[in-house]
């Protein structure tokens, strides 16, 4: 089965930054997109960026221009490099691969943004 392990979350004051991985245990070509949500206490969970097989990426609006997905096929991993981090950052943050009609979630890593 495909699993997905997350990790590099912690604690960072505001403006600081951190680097999630997500490890596949798959060829991270086989699937669709491999990215990442995220969840706020008491919020949904939601959205935030996702890598194609081709490369092409894709961000939700609050945090273009601050986070960065990126790949190393080599190490079947994806990277989410996260700078300028707010409080509204925090939350749990989990890696998602998809292929059609499927979606692989990993367990999730805190990251909480606070002074």
């Known amino acids: 089965q495909v699993q997905l392990v997350e990790s590099g979350g912690g604690l960072v004051r505001p403006g600081g930054s951190l680097k999630l991985s997500c490890e596949v245990s798959e060829n991270i070509f086989d699937f669709n997109t491999v990215g990442w949500h995220r969840q706020a206490p008491g919020g949904e969970r939601d959205f935030v960026a996702s890598i194609d097989r081709n490369g092409r990426t894709d961000y939700e609006d609050s945090v273009k221009g601050r986070f960065t997905i990126s790949r190393d096929h080599t190490k079947n991993t994806v990277y989410l490099q996260m700078t300028n981090l707010k409080s509204e950052d925090t939350a749990v943050y989990y890696c998602?691969?998809?292929?059609?009609?499927?979606?692989?979630w990993g367990q999730g890593t805190q990251v909480t943004v606070s002074s």
């Open positions: 998602k691969a998809n292929i059609p009609f499927r979606h692989y």
